[in-house]
């Protein structure tokens, strides 16, 4: 069955520090990716995509993810981090049908 | 655009007692749609799925059940909640690519 894993479960940082979120998943096929965030309070929504193209791609608030397909990886960055960007990052894929799967998911916290 | 409503916000309920969480869209047509629970650590569950009236899939066998109505509404029920139940649900709409989209989620406690 197709699964996706987020290496680090809380992540604190401080501000203008850099940021990498790790997700892989396990498919060989296509797939479409995502990156979806959850701020304190809020509902979760879609940070970036992937659907085919440019493996490097961008989405709001200065984030970027990049596909590497050979690594089965999408992971997320961000060069410099605000203390606004605290919240808890989830990486989802979803392999050509109706099911897409989450990862548990990562908090990260950003020191003022 | 589409909304996604989803009520009751918050709900605490006894053991043994049904359960009813309703999701409505609005501003589209024939949408794919979603229950998730969302439980700290695990990430988003993927409980039902459905793509149009009447037609659902379930993910996970569990104490709870799924029905589509209508085609923009989407019900999630137990007829007798356990402890384990408690979670926050959210209800979300699939689009194109299957983006999903949520709506602002449920909370529910059983006590």
């Known amino acids: 069955a197709q699964s996706v894993s987020q290496h680090n479960h809380h992540v604190i940082l401080s501000e203008a520090a850099s940021l990498e979120l790790g997700c892989n998943y396990s498919?060989?096929?296509?797939?479409?990716l995502f990156w979806y965030v959850q701020y304190p309070g809020q509902h979760l929504q879609l940070l970036l995509k992937?659907?085919?193209?440019?493996?490097l791609v961008k989405g709001i608030k200065g984030f970027e993810a990049e596909f590497i397909k050979s690594k089965f990886s999408f992971n997320l960055r961000k060069p410099s981090v605000q203390w606004s960007d605290t919240a808890e990052y989830f990486c989802?894929?979803?392999?050509?049908?109706?099911?897409?799967?989450f990862g548990a998911g990562t908090r990260l916290f950003v020191k003022a | 655009s589409q909304t996604i409503h989803q009520w009751p916000a918050t709900l605490v309920q006894p053991v043994g007692s049904p359960l009813s969480l309703e999701c409505t869209v609005e501003?589209?047509?024939?949408?794919?749609l979603y229950w998730y629970r969302q439980a700290a650590g695990r990430g988003l569950q993927l409980l039902f799925y459905?793509?149009?009236?009447?037609?659902i899939s379930s993910e996970v066998p569990q104490n709870l059940s799924a029905s589509r109505p209508q085609d923009r509404q989407f019900i999630l029920s137990s007829k007798k909640l356990l402890l384990s139940d408690s979670g926050f649900y959210l209800c979300?709409?699939?689009?194109?690519?299957?983006?999903?989209?949520f709506g602002e989620g449920s909370w529910l406690t059983v006590v």
């Open positions: 498919y060989g096929g296509t797939v479409n």
């Open positions: 979300a709409i699939g689009h194109s690519g299957n983006t999903i989209y």
């Open positions: 501003g589209t047509s024939n949408p794919n």
């Open positions: 989802a894929v979803n392999t050509g049908g109706f099911k897409t799967i």
């Open positions: 459905s793509v149009g009236i009447g037609q």
């Open positions: 992937y659907f085919s193209g440019d493996p």
